[in-house]
């Protein structure tokens, strides 16, 4: 199943980079919500684009919005990959591809890499906006962007 524009964001329990259990309900549904799966913890393209949510992500939190990182690394894996580079918002591990399952990413490159899909999420839980590129900077851009254009139809 592939979630599509104005479908209501699935609810889902995942384990944070602190070994914490997440429980979507306890954000999405009361806040916008950008939630980014990537592929793999300290590679070029997903540092890079951590770090564009991460120097960006005072103007998520301008617009009321929550940054969630997911990708299938172990929570020690997210621990010290967000420790190196100082990632202020949450990443979740999906070791099991439930989530990715769950959301409809797909994978690229004939099946060897799981794909790089940017979702955002009304504060009323629906999607409003998907985002499906290997161009891991063009995430953080476009989700402000989509962001900024809901914040002036409100």
């Known amino acids: 199943m592939t979630l599509k524009i104005g ?27 950008v939630i980014y799966f990537y592929p793999k913890d300290n590679t070029p393209g997903c ?4 770090c564009g949510f991460r120097d960006s992500y005072e103007d998520f939190i301008d617009l009321g919005a929550e940054v969630i ?8 894996s997210h621990k010290k990959f967000t420790n190196q ?3 202020p ?6 070791s099991d591809k439930k989530l990715r399952k769950l959301f409809g990413v797909p994978d690229k ?4 890499l799981p794909g790089r899909v940017t979702y955002i999420i009304n504060k009323e839980g629906i999607i409003t906006m998907i985002f499906d590129s ?5 995430h953080i851009s476009i989700a402000l962007k989509s962001l900024k254009k809901a914040n002036h139809e409100i």
């Open 134 to 138: 290997v161009m891991a900077t063009k």
């Open 109 to 112: 490159l004939f099946g060897l």
């Open 85 to 87: 580079y100082q990632l």
């Open 69 to 76: 990182g997911i990708s299938s690394d172990t929570a020690s």
């Open 47 to 50: 540092t890079m684009q951590a």
């Open 89 to 94: 918002f949450i990443l979740l591990s999906d």
């Open 7 to 33: 479908d209501k964001a699935p609810s889902f329990v995942a384990i944070d980079a602190n070994g914490t259990s997440f429980d979507s309900k306890d954000i999405i549904g009361k806040k916008p919500v």
